[in-house]
Every structure is written in structure tokens, then in C-alpha cells.
């Protein structure tokens, strides 16, 4: 394209933005809330209990103390939806989050295993981030004072080459995030080959963990959900038996501000982590977690609620790529991902310009999560990727928030242009 042509498409598209802009539109695609109507689909868990029936499957009266690990129908339901044994679920709080930063805290303080040297006494402690991944994974670290190492995601998950290379030659290495299905924020789901290097890894550290953030398990947006290989089959009986936290909840199937959530690991990890959560708490909500299972039943009742979501989330995901591609499509400005699954959608503007769109989009009343925050230390080094969080507007705010978006990465990329 010329320059003229250049600066005649700038005029234009800078016309279209002034007008969007004076429009006073407050739109937020920042994070990945549910919408008031996926909350209401979870309304029957306010009713579901009362005073006549509040007791678990061994006789104990969930109001009162006890059961640390989680009530044993709790327990069977997280087995059931992720392939493993209930004796090596331990059921949570409202938030995965609660159950990875504690983790990690362990870690830190006592080592991952008895015999195990507390991180914290290891010098400078490293995790491998691949990217771009999920903020809150990275915060986490970072607050603990734990090196961040980026690493490149690939359409089938983490650079399996870099991680490889990495781990066998750096001992301070001692965990990697994972988010293996419809990945936080791009949507991939792991392959089976990259499961199985995983699995397989061998590393420097003998006390080296993956935090598989299985956050997406059952959130299907369309008629080609992906498969994720169990993790767990695959190291059982290997030395990487003992490998894996996995960490999963209900927080987008039922309520946000009050799931439950799980830990699932080896049972020698597990009988390890009850041993410290003793001194930590009597035990969790259990009121909370019987309400959960007589709201859900089992499995596939989690699964056909989690088609209730999907009605609500697949139009508002088509209305995004629609837009993207209507807008973007055949152009150099922008590339994306369009998941089956999950709650983001990953965009990536012309290097150079995720930031100066991000501030485009401000100025015309559309918050997007804050750009680099899907990077360690919030450094994206192409100044590209930009998260698009469908769930939360209702699909007229989206259709506007997204035309916004599209002319803002269209604006931007003619200035960067224009500058060179």
C-alpha cells in the first residue's frame, strides 16, 4: 500500500473512531466473568439444601467440623469428570487460585515431599510461563519471589524443545504453569504428543512440579469440542508419578464468588498436602460442596448444565471471530485464534501496536484486560497479544465493543506504518 493510500485509510478509519468515540460507550471485555444469565443457571444450588438434609455419604452433618480432604461425593465428582481416583482429590475453597498459591506457599516453606528440601532454601527458585498465559499464574510466582521464564505456546501447546532443553540443564527450574484445555488466553488445547513429553520429562530438580490448571475441563462452546490425554495415566507407575498437581473447580460452571474447587494428585503428594492443611483449617465449606453435588449429581450432569453455558457463550464467541473476520480478515493487521472452547479468544494486532490499540479502545470506552498481562512481569516483546473476553457484555455491548476494537487495530497498525 502506498503512502497515500495509507494516510487516505487513516483518515478514514480515524473519522470512524471519533464517532464511535463521542457515542460515551462503556464496554468492558477485561476479564472472563460469567454473564448474569449464566449465573441465574445456577440458582437451584440457594434451594437445594435445608436443615432435614445436610448430611454426606459417611453420616457426617456437614454444618459441623471435620472431613478435611472433602466429602466423599465431592470427591467422587471431581474423579468422575477428570479420569482419576477420589482418594487422590482433595476438595477446596471457592478458588483453584487458593489451592495453587498454597502449593506453591508449601513448597517454599517445607519442599514438595517429605525428604525434600523447601524451595526457599534452594537459592533462586525458577518456573517455566508459557506464553502468553494466564496473569494470575505469574503473579502468583512473582509474589513468592520465584524467577519467571517465558515460554513460547505453539498451536499444540508449550515449545516442547525449549521446555525440554531447560529443564534438564537448570536445577533451580522446579514447576511449569499449564492450562491444557482451551488454554488461558489462545484456546489451544495440549496434543498427545505434547501430554506425553510432559509426562515423560526428565529433569535437573528431583522436586520439580507441573501445575496443570485444568480450568476448562468441560467448557465446550461447539459441535468439535478438543480431547486432552489424561495426564495421570500417562505417569502412573513411571518415576513422574508423583509430578502433577492438578487443579480444577466449578468457578464457570456454577458461581465464581462461591464454587469449590480440587487438588489431585499421587496419593504420596496427597497424603503430604492434608498433612500441612491440618495445621491450616478444620476443613473446608462443606456445606458448600453438598450443595454442589445435589445441584450437579454427577458427570454428566455437570455436562448438561455445561450446555446451558454454551448456548449462552457460543453466539457471543461467533460474534467476536465474525467481527474479526468481516474487519480484519485478509489483512496484515491482525492474526487470531478461534477456540472450540474455554472463555477468551487470543488476538494479535500488528507487532508494535497492542499497546497504542489498547489505549484507542480506552479513549472510546472499551476496557480490555490491561495489554503484556498475558506475559511474565507483563513485558509482551512484540507488543501483539490482546485478550478478548466474550462472556461478560450482552451480545448488543459485545457487537459494539468489538466494532470498536476493530477499528482501533486498524488505526493503530496505519500509524505504526506511517512511522516507519
Not at 457426617?60 to 477420589?86: H, K, M, W
Not at 537448570?170 to 513429553?197: E, F
Not at 446451558?308 to 467476536?320: C, G, T, Y
Not at 488476538?347 to 490499540?357: H, S
Request: charged share 25%; with cysteine; aromatic share 8%.
Amino acid at each position: 500500500m502506498t503512502r497515500a493510500n495509507l494516510e487516505a485509510e487513516k483518515a478514514g478509519l480515524t473519522e470512524i473512531y471519533e464517532e464511535k468515540k463521542a457515542q460515551g460507550l462503556r464496554l468492558d471485555m477485561s476479564r472472563g466473568k460469567p454473564c448474569r444469565e449464566q449465573l441465574d443457571l445456577s440458582n437451584g444450588l440457594l434451594t437445594v439444601l435445608d436443615g432435614e438434609n445436610c448430611k454426606a455419604d459417611d453420616g457426617t452433618d456437614v454444618r459441623n467440623y471435620g472431613i478435611l480432604a472433602g466429602i466423599p461425593q465431592a470427591r467422587r465428582l471431581f474423579a468422575e469428570l477428570c479420569g482419576v481416583s477420589a482418594e487422590n482429590v482433595i476438595i477446596g475453597g471457592t478458588a483453584s487460585l487458593d489451592l495453587m498459591y498454597s502449593a506453591l506457599v508449601r513448597a517454599m516453606l517445607f519442599g514438595v515431599g517429605d525428604g525434600k528440601k523447601p524451595w526457599s532454601q534452594q537459592g533462586n527458585i525458577k518456573f517455566l510461563c508459557p506464553c502468553p498465559g494466564y496473569d494470575r499464574h505469574f503473579a502468583m510466582c512473582a509474589d513468592l519471589g520465584i524467577e519467571l521464564i517465558p515460554v513460547r505456546m505453539t498451536q499444540s501447546g508449550p515449545d516442547m524443545d525449549t521446555v525440554e532443553r531447560l529443564v534438564c540443564g537448570d536445577a533451580q527450574i522446579k514447576g511449569i504453569w499449564c492450562v491444557p484445555k482451551y488454554s488461558n488466553p489462545d484456546g489451544i488445547t495440549y496434543s498427545d504428543d505434547t501430554v506425553r513429553r510432559l509426562a515423560r520429562l526428565r529433569t535437573a530438580a528431583d522436586d520439580f512440579r507441573i501445575f496443570w490448571d485444568n480450568a476448562y475441563i468441560v467448557h465446550d462452546i461447539d459441535d468439535t469440542p478438543d480431547t486432552l490425554t489424561n495426564i495421570f495415566d500417562l505417569i502412573d507407575g513411571t518415576p513422574n508419578s508423583d509430578s502433577v498437581y492438578m487443579f480444577v473447580s466449578t468457578a464457570k460452571i456454577t458461581f465464581p464468588g462461591a464454587g469449590i474447587s480440587a487438588m489431585i494428585s499421587s496419593g504420596k503428594n496427597t497424603e503430604f498436602t492434608l498433612k500441612h492443611l491440618t495445621y491450616q483449617t478444620i476443613s473446608y465449606d462443606k456445606i458448600n460442596q453438598l450443595r454442589h453435588v445435589r445441584f450437579l449429581r454427577d458427570a454428566d450432569g455437570v455436562r448438561a448444565h455445561m450446555k446451558k453455558h454454551r448456548a449462552i457463550l457460543e453466539p457471543k464467541f461467533r460474534i467476536v471471530t465474525e467481527a474479526l473476520e468481516r474487519d480484519l480478515g485478509g489483512t496484515d493487521t491482525a492474526r487470531w485464534n478461534t477456540p472450540h472452547g474455554g472463555y477468551f479468544i487470543s488476538l494479535y494486532a500488528m507487532p508494535g501496536t497492542a499497546k497504542r490499540v489498547g489505549q484507542l479502545c480506552r479513549e472510546a470506552g472499551v476496557t480490555l484486560t490491561n495489554v503484556g498481562a498475558t506475559y511474565p512481569y507483563g513485558i509482551d516483546p512484540d507488543d501483539s497479544n490482546i485478550r478478548i473476553a466474550p462472556s461478560y457484555p450482552s451480545e448488543s455491548e459485545l457487537s459494539a465493543a468489538v466494532d470498536i476494537l476493530t477499528v482501533c487495530v486498524r488505526l493503530a497498525a496505519c500509524e505504526k506504518l506511517l512511522n516507519e
